[in-house]
């Protein structure tokens, strides 16, 4: 991406600048606070709508209850199903909300509403949940991205409104670094000398980029006024500033999952489980400060054959990337302050189809989360013996985001100006009673 393509990409966003630089100001007195607290989230994002029927909320003996055992698990009285036995001797760190109800049985509505807690809005593009932490919680001197998605779906959400300085860094592959912050080939012979050259574009880029910025606002002295002032200009140095640090930085070898050891990988289902190296990925960023990071899972668009399918495939992988993942940062002290939400953009179907699979479910199903200030070994909400109702403590997604917010140490009710001018709370709900 050029200048011009950057400045011309954001013209028609230059509104949305002014909103967002209101809410970081708004921020300013808590904010120090909370970016010392070094908080992170790291989202499971299951494509397709995983079925929370096979997974979280079994009904063995009903006609809904399908081919799979429910298991005990380290939390007393909680069971899940047979096929995430990793997941479950780590129980007592997570809680099960089995009574979500969204009513949004589409796709793409219902993966922008789970990313940003909104339905889709042709007006206003609400940003992420990734984003909105990372505006909040990211230290203006992280040497890596504040957002990190691993996969597609961070990157089609997107910051919305926030801008351009809060959009998710992308990894399609977590078992490689990415292609973007190698050195070009022809540099030098050596090492040395491809820094050397590297280093001295570095100097040319931050004089030009800094000229340019200083143009288009003259009067405005500092870079840190013209980005509260909402320069495009501004946030695309700061941006590639970044990214060229990035490329001359050792924390560049961070996305290098293959350095960790044998014995590490395998606990995360080996080199062929993408889900669990992007868990593993996850666990490494998050060691070195990165706020938000988005895991995509996808293939839960189980229509016909949904029992082999989940046994056979995204169970072990889902088992072995999350349940090792829970484990290592509770191991290594990130886990009070990382909190993991496991979700998807609806559930499945009680009713088993005549292909032995099951439809779109948004009615009442299932998400899970843990870590930071959330209280786990638990089970938010109950559905009925089939499924099909909500028995207990129906929850919204405005709920479920005030609950993520308040577990990373987030005021829900914090307000933000959206690209129309109007005020919003980050979350349109009140956090969940016991949880948090």
Same mark, same amino acid.
């Given at each position: ?54 997974? %979280? ?27 995430? !036995? ?39 593009? *609400? ?122 930085? !050792? ?16 606990? *995360? ?30 293939? %839960? ?103 993520? *917010? ?24 009140? !956090? ?5």
């Amino acid at each position: 991406m050029n200048r011009r393509h950057f400045l011309k990409h954001v013209a028609g966003f230059s509104a949305l600048a002014v909103p967002s630089m209101q809410f970081l100001q708004g921020l300013r007195a808590a904010e120090e606070k909370l970016k010392k607290a070094n908080k992170s989230l790291i989202i499971l994002w299951m494509g397709g709508g995983p079925s929370h029927m096979d997974l %979280w909320d079994l009904k063995p003996g009903a006609s809904t209850g399908g081919d799979f055992k429910p298991i005990k698990t380290k939390a007393p009285g909680v069971e899940i199903s047979e096929v995430l !036995p990793t997941v479950a001797r780590q129980m007592d760190k997570l809680t099960i909300v089995r009574s979500l109800v969204t009513n949004e049985g589409s796709h793409d509505r219902g993966t922008v509403l789970m990313n940003t807690g909104r339905q889709p809005n042709p007006v206003v593009q *609400y940003p992420a949940m990734g984003s909105v932490a990372s505006a909040q919680l990211t230290p203006k001197d992280l040497p890596l991205p504040g957002f990190i998605g691993i996969g597609g779906t961070a990157q089609r959400i997107g910051p919305g409104f926030l801008g351009m300085m809060y959009a998710p860094f992308t990894v399609q592959n977590a078992g490689q670094p990415p292609a973007n912050i190698k050195a070009p080939q022809g540099l030098g012979s050596g090492e040395q000398e491809q820094m050397e050259r590297i280093r001295r574009r570095q100097r040319l880029f931050y004089n030009v980029e800094e000229e340019f910025s200083k143009s288009v606002l003259p009067h405005v002295g500092t870079a840190k006024d013209r980005e509260a002032a909402g320069s495009a200009a501004q946030a695309h140095q700061t941006i590639y500033k970044k990214a060229f640090d990035l490329t001359v930085s !050792p924390l560049r070898t961070i996305f290098e999952v293959r350095n960790e050891s044998a014995k590490v990988k395998e606990a *995360y289902g080996g080199e062929r489980n993408g889900f669990g190296m992007g868990a593993l990925l996850a666990r490494r960023l998050v060691e070195k400060g990165v706020t938000a990071v988005e895991i995509d899972l996808g293939g %839960w668009d189980n229509h016909g054959n949904i029992f082999p399918t989940i046994r056979n495939g995204n169970g072990p992988r889902l088992d072995k990337g999350m349940g090792t993942l829970v484990k290592e940062l509770s191991e290594r002290g990130l886990w009070q302050n990382t909190v993991v939400l496991w979700m998807g953009e609806f559930g499945r179907t009680p009713r088993i189809n005549q292909n032995a699979g099951r439809d779109h479910w948004a009615r009442c199903w299932s998400v899970v989360i843990g870590g930071g200030a959330i209280k786990g070994g638990q089970v938010y909400g109950s559905t009925s013996d089939d499924g099909t109702d909500i028995k207990e403590n129906p929850a919204t997604i405005g709920d479920l985001f005030a609950t993520v *917010y308040k577990g990373l140490g987030i005021d829900p009710s914090t307000q933000v100006r959206d690209n129309l001018g109007r005020p919003l709370q980050i979350a349109e709900g009140k !956090p969940l009673k016991g949880i948090v």
